[in-house]
């Protein structure tokens, strides 16, 4: 039941991708991958893809799914390339809906866009089952830093998505549209349940002025012994008003706009236009 995880780091995004692999089959799933993207002159490129693309064929591994965390803000997926090139299932929260929805309205995408989930293959429940070649694995909804947020435990393995950063960086932010400090807490505390010693994979990791090295690795008793702003005993109330007041202090990602209304079509672009240009839409003066 331990996968053998092997990370790819994106020092443009800080983003952290995963490939999961079943050493008795070969079977493999990958995690929260990105799509080059130079906001400037609007260009994508799949150097990053490819990286995750390249350790696949030359391990001979067979891809039994693609897995987003949630709808990042923060880096463009590059999930569909990925099933083109690979194949495998593409899944994510089944929340999906509500992040869909909710952004669908602010960048007007008009009834040619669906918010039902539809552009994935599966919208995976609080938890629901699956398996990566005979690794049994098991989905936790943990939503606070959006309405989608999940958790994907592979054997002894938790994928965590931005809840949770290196335990001297604290957690994520709740204050995008859906998210929840409250909710943030109990999420929190449901991975805190896991056993101490579960390996957890983030998905990114800024460093610290003290540790220079970017890490992705921890274990669920680090975290709840050293995280700075959620550690074992620290209040509900205690969590909920240092978050709201640090949140508070925060400007928008510089990718937000450009990523949400990619990732929550499934990582595929807008469609193009009359001219067959593709575009994304800035909203103006209303984050």
Not at 17 to 41: E, K, M, N, R
Not at 254 to 260: A, E, G, I, P, W
């Amino acid at each position: 039941m331990r996968p053998e995880v092997n990370a790819f780091f994106d020092p443009q995004t800080y983003t952290y991708s995963y490939v999961v692999t079943d050493p008795q089959t070969s079977h493999c799933a990958l995690v929260d991958s990105v799509l080059d993207y130079d906001a400037a002159s609007g260009h994508t490129s799949h150097e990053s893809a490819n990286k995750l693309i390249e350790h696949v064929r030359s391990h001979d591994l067979t891809v039994e799914w693609i897995l987003e965390t949630h709808v990042h803000a923060d880096h463009l997926s590059a999930a569909p390339y990925l099933r083109e090139q690979l194949g495998g299932k593409l899944a994510i929260g089944e929340k999906i809906t509500v992040v869909q929805q909710t952004f669908g309205k602010l960048f007007n995408t008009g009834p040619d866009f669906s918010a039902d989930g539809t552009q994935f293959d599966a919208l995976l429940a609080d938890g629901a089952e699956f398996k990566v070649g005979n690794i049994a694995a098991r989905v936790m909804h943990t939503p606070g830093h959006t309405p989608a947020c999940l958790t994907y435990v592979i054997g002894d393995a938790a994928f965590v998505g931005d809840t949770l950063f290196m335990p001297d960086y604290g957690t994520a932010r709740c204050d995008f549209p859906g998210g929840d400090t409250h909710a943030m807490y109990h999420s929190v505390q449901k991975i805190f349940s896991l056993p101490d010693a579960t390996r957890m994979f983030l998905c990114h990791d800024y460093g610290t002025e003290e540790r220079k090295e970017f890490v992705c690795e921890t274990t669920v008793g680090e975290q709840k012994r050293h995280n700075v702003h959620i550690h074992a005993g620290v209040s509900e109330q205690e969590f909920v008003s240092m978050r709201d007041k640090r949140d508070a202090t925060l400007g928008t990602p510089k990718l937000m706009l450009s990523s949400v209304q990619v990732n929550m079509r499934a990582g595929n672009l807008p469609p193009a236009e009359a001219n067959g240009i593709r575009y994304l839409k800035i909203p103006l003066n209303v984050l």
